[in-house]
């Protein structure tokens, strides 16, 4: 035979004087906007000096910038990003086929 379950009350053991909302935190705009200018200058840096990972970096800041962008702001950081990354790859290629 199961055991009788034991009518007991329970009281909440929280304080509810100690309870706070939630409150998110503000984050000022420019924040996000650092991510754009990062974006386009180790972009540009990882096109120029033929070191990828700048590349990858410039593209990693633009996805970040993109996720927190306002609705209806350009996406002109993303296409830079993916051309020059792609622009990368591709003059490393023609210089290895350059010199074989």
Known sequence: MP???VNVQSKDPRDEKSVLPY???AID???YAAFSVFSMILS???MMLQMKY???MGLYCSVIHLANRKPG???STITMC???L???YANGARAAQQSA
């Open 86 to 88: 792609v622009m990368t």
């Open 3 to 5: 055991p009788k379950a």
């Open 29 to 31: 705009d420019s924040t």
């Open 54 to 56: 700048l590349s990858w």
């Open 82 to 84: 993916l051309v020059l």
């Open 73 to 75: 702001s350009m996406q």
């Open 23 to 25: 409150a998110p935190i």
């Open 44 to 46: 540009v840096a990882g």
